[in-house]
């Protein structure tokens, strides 16, 4: 087995871990009473659009599909305002039968123009935090995000966004039927254990999603801010491992 110390070179966290011991125009025209007034023509009304709202029958649907269909439908996907503006879905990346799955948040500006997840920074630490557990991004494990477009700049995934896109996850975590799930962040916590809560209170407790342990760690992003951090999910790592074994 490698040695700690390699692991967490790997991992590229050798120093933090020692350190551990229009308002309306007012109305000024006079009504002239010897002229017709011209017909008015309207501008046309932009039209309405309707929320999002789940669908039983597409969640039914989804969940018969295969993985290529799935990555099909997500391609074409429109159930929610972010079709509008991604350029690229990111379905996920990785082992269609992996020994876990990582569910991050949602694609960023890099996942949205090349279509992977998890290609920046973030997705660097992600790396090394797999291969500290022996896992590639294409060999044991699977990497999703809880919503498949990037929300324009970056902003937090919103409810009706996460409904619509749930379905697709759930799919995904049944064809993949991985031994565990690592849920990267609060919008992955929280979706995964169906909790409102932060992400510290939710990684001290985990839970179970369709019957796969859920390990909740903090988001890669999160811990490029917070290095000291990094410890705890070294320790959430651990505890994923022993859990998948
Ligand atoms: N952050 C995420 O949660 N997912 C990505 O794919 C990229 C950044």
């Known amino acids: 087995m490698t040695d700690r110390s390699t692991i967490l070179r790997e991992m590229g966290l050798t120093p933090i871990w020692s350190l551990r011991g229009a308002a309306s125009p007012s109305s000024d025209v006079i009504a002239e009473p010897h002229r017709v007034a011209p017909l008015a023509i309207e501008a046309p009304l932009a039209p309405i659009e309707p929320p999002a709202l789940p669908d039983p029958n ?132 929280q979706t995964l254990l169906n909790r409102d809560d932060t992400v510290a209170a939710m990684r001290v407790a985990s839970g179970h999603f369709s019957g796969i342990p859920v390990v909740v760690t903090y988001h890669p992003a999160y811990l490029l801010r917070s290095p000291l951090e990094k410890s705890k999910a070294w320790d959430d790592l651990m505890k994923a491992r022993a859990l998948a074994e």
């Open 58 to 189: 597409r969640a039914t649907l989804i969940a018969a599909m295969s993985w290529d269909e799935l990555i099909a439908s997500i391609s074409h996907c429109t159930a929610c305002k972010l079709s509008k503006t991604r350029n690229k879905t990111v379905p996920g990346v990785g082992d269609r039968a992996p020994a876990w799955m990582v569910v991050g948040e949602a694609p960023g500006e890099n996942e949205d123009k090349q279509g992977e997840p998890f290609v920046g920074k973030a997705g660097q630490l992600l790396d090394a935090m797999l291969s500290a557990v022996g896992k590639k991004r294409t060999q044991g494990a699977f990497i999703a995000n809880v919503i498949k477009c990037r929300p324009p700049g970056n902003r937090n995934p919103e409810p009706d966004e996460i409904a619509a896109c749930t379905p697709y996850l759930k799919r995904q975590i049944a064809l993949a039927s991985p031994k565990l799930l690592l849920a990267a962040g609060k919008f992955a916590a």
